[in-house]
């Protein structure tokens, strides 16, 4: 490095009459005009536009250090671009480039986007997908910590189902049965036991038996367990959270908002109907649902179309049948065929699934008998309960949905890093 050009400077740092820059970044773009060479360089900033005389010799997507003098332009990109003095080439390409990423859009069908994954992700567009996810999670670790809730880390291998059904992938584990985990709702609530609230962000894994725009076998969960909380105040937590994590986008990911042209919703006063209010305003609409004691996807769009209407983007639907639910969800006490638990919808697609949790350790167990589930592997989870548990109750937010629908993308995979459905397994 030389001593003169001092330390590496990102493009969006770039200063006219800043003077001598040390850029480090990949070839965008390339353009050769009267003896003059223009780059367009991409870092994990942005990019800027470099001048270079004569015919450089800089294929796409070549990694180079770049020292040079900021100057103003109006020409170029952002009005500043640095007339380069000296170009190293640090990396070149080695195979032809999969598709071109240097224009605005990228022309290529999801699957080869995919199939090219460590290419794609290079696009700024695709790229801003994934800084808007990590602004959601970072905004929504915070956000829990300050509200005193422990962040967990719960193991992914597991004995038995989590949801008592038979979505698992099973595993090798030496000579004992073993899966991964569907969720990690049934420590999480063990945790209740300890740290009352608590928080996590990690894998699940479902194995799905269908290929929809809105399914993956592996995507990201934002889990929410907390004790002494009654439904209204659990949607409060979320509503009060998505408000949150929406902020740390707009602080955290500026460039990302404005690369996708993105506005961000509003959280507040998001709209509470029971299932059965939800299903007889699909009906006064004139619109069909299915099946009677749920909405299927078609249902929730529709739902969804209804309360766009009336200027919201999110709905919470509440009260679903026992025989819908998980056995650990908890009955309504004024209508035990219902239980305390929601889902919510944006702009039509469920991205959280919740309720209050059953507590009492004999009504436990009087539920999975119900479910005909044999109480034997969860032992170590029951006993949580047969040492006494605080009321409590949670959510879980799949961040993968919830940021496809943020960003309007049509698939859920364009918005996971490296998809895993039923025929992807690689990259």
Do not use: W
Not at 31 to 55: E, N, P
Not at 74 to 92: C, K, N
Not at 270 to 297: F, H, K, T, W
């Amino acid at each position: 490095m030389s001593a003169a050009a001092g330390p590496r400077t990102l493009a969006r740092d770039v200063r006219a009459g800043a003077g001598t820059v040390r850029l480090q970044g990949s070839v965008q773009a390339v353009r050769r005009l009267g003896g003059l060479t223009f780059v367009i360089l991409r870092d994990r900033s942005g990019t800027i536009q470099v001048v270079a005389s004569g015919a450089a010799d800089l294929p796409m997507e070549a990694v180079v250090e770049v020292i040079g003098n900021a100057r103003r332009d109006e020409r170029a990109p952002g009005g500043v671009e640095v007339a380069a003095e000296e170009i190293t080439v640090l990396g070149r390409p080695a195979i032809p480039l999969p598709f071109d990423i240097s224009k605005p859009a990228l022309h290529a069908s999801l699957e080869t986007l995919l199939d090219h994954r460590a290419f794609s992700l290079r696009h700024p567009q695709v790229r801003s997908v994934f800084h808007i996810a990590s602004a959601l999670t970072s905004g929504f670790r915070q956000q829990l910590a300050a509200l005193g809730f422990t962040e967990i880390h719960t193991s992914k291998l597991v004995g038995a189902a989590t949801e008592g059904g038979a979505n698992l992938f099973r595993v090798e584990y030496g000579e004992q049965p073993a899966f991964l985990a569907q969720s990690p709702q049934l420590y999480k609530q063990i945790c209740v036991g300890a740290f009352e609230r608590v928080f996590e962000v990690g894998p699940v894994y479902r194995n799905e038996p269908h290929e929809t725009t809105r399914h993956l076998n592996e995507y990201t969960s934002l889990d929410v367990e907390m004790g002494f909380v009654d439904l209204d105040g659990l949607l409060d937590l979320e509503a009060g959270l998505l408000a949150a994590m929406f902020r740390s986008v707009a602080a955290e990911a500026p460039g990302a908002l404005d690369a996708l042209r993105l506005s961000l919703p509003s959280a507040e006063g998001i709209p509470r109907l029971r299932l059965s209010e939800a299903r007889a305003r699909l009906a006064a609409a004139g619109l069909a649902y299915s099946p009677d004691d749920d909405l299927d996807p078609e249902g929730e769009r529709a739902l969804g179309r209804l309360m766009q209407e009336d200027g919201h983007e999110f709905v919470f639907v509440t009260h679903y049948p026992v025989k819908v639910r998980p056995f650990y969800a908890l009955p309504d006490p004024e209508d035990p065929s219902l239980t305390l638990s929601f889902d919510l919808l944006f702009r039509g697609l469920e991205v959280t699934t919740g309720g209050i949790r059953i507590h009492d350790h004999p009504q436990l167990l009087e539920s999975m008998a119900r479910r005909g589930l044999d109480p034997g592997p969860f032992s170590g989870y029951l006993e949580a309960f047969a040492c006494g548990m605080p009321p409590h109750g949670g959510f879980a937010i799949g961040l993968e949905r919830l940021t496809a629908q943020l960003v309007g993308m049509q698939n859920v995979r364009q918005a996971t890093l490296f998809p895993r459905d039923r025929r992807r397994l690689t990259p």
